[in-house]
């Protein structure tokens, strides 16, 4: 592909200009940072695994009529999408007590919440994305409050799509973020979901036997991160081929390749 212009470094993903006005490449780094960048490393293939990964539950995702950014995956490592406004809050939806919730309010990991829990934080770095009130969101003006409505009712739809479809493989969705954008059509303002949804942005624990299947291996220092988000791609049905002949190599069990 052309090259083209950068407008956005994050610390996952980068975005480009993309090939039609309104629309922007999004290219998913292998790098993974935690605790506001504080701690950072490079997860070799995470990238490949989260665009793919995000593709398949954007459109699942959109399917139930949730409209999202996401137009189509271009290659392993980018997607197209929509160029939108993003509403500059982090919507957190939390089942189970974990992570912040837990250290904030001394509740047991692992805790089942007595309901699904969804938290605003505001995305600001140089402030630790700090917790927020509905009343910081709409007196500031992050939000209206019409738009904070729309936003809790797709998050609650999400999470109850998103808690039954990883339950089917056996996994529990214990909490996730999401980020939403503004998008004109016409003259009509839609919110749609924004981002990615990967493993990177939720908790995800075997139904079975809790183990951590997400990012917080890479918070932990649990190592194993690669392969926690190559079998949930794998649960998934959609572990690229690519990095599943990659997986066989190093296992030895390739069929001798002619160099
Ligand atoms: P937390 O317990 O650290 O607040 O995280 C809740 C969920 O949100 C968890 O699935 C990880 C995700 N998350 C992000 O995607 N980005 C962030 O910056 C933070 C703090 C959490
Ligand atoms: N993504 C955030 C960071 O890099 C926080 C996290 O996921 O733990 O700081």
């Known amino acids: ?3 083209r212009r950068q407008l956005y470094e994050g610390k996952a993903k980068v975005l480009f200009e993309g090939p039609e006005p309104g629309t922007l490449v999004q290219y998913f780094k292998d790098d993974a940072t ?3 960048n504080q701690k950072k490393d490079v997860i070799t293939g995470k990238g490949v695994l989260n665009n793919r990964m995000s593709e398949y539950l954007m459109e699942r995702v959109g399917q139930i009529g949730i409209p999202t950014h996401f137009i189509k995956r271009l290659n392993m490592r980018e997607q197209l999408v929509r160029e939108v406004e993003i509403i500059p809050l982090e919507v957190v939806v939390r089942n189970v007590a974990a992570g912040q919730i837990s250290q904030r309010l001394g509740i047991a990991e692992g805790t089942q919440l007595p309901r699904s829990i969804v938290e605003y934080y505001l995305k600001a770095d140089e402030l630790g994305d700090p917790l927020l009130a509905e009343e910081h969101v709409t007196a500031f003006g992050w939000a209206t409050p019409q738009e904070l409505d729309e936003i809790l009712s797709y998050a609650l739809r999400i999470n109850d799509f998103l808690t039954g479809l990883f339950l089917g493989i056996g996994l529990k969705l ?3 973020k999401l980020e939403f954008g ?3 059509e016409e ?3 839609r919110i749609v979901l924004a981002d990615e949804l990967s493993p990177d942005n939720m908790r995800l624990w075997d139904a079975q036997t ?3 299947m997400d990012k917080d291996r890479f918070r932990r220092d649990m190592g194993g991160v690669r392969e926690a988000y190559q079998e949930v791609a794998r649960r998934l049905g959609i572990l690229p081929e690519e990095v599943q002949a990659e997986a066989a190599a190093e296992m030895g ?4 390749s002619v160099h």
């Open 174 to 176: 214990i909490d996730f």
């Open 34 to 36: 935690a605790f506001n």
């Open 1 to 3: 592909m052309a090259r």
């Open 253 to 256: 069990q390739a069929p001798k």
């Open 182 to 184: 503004r998008y004109w």
């Open 210 to 212: 809790d183990e951590k």
């Open 187 to 189: 003259e009509e303002m």
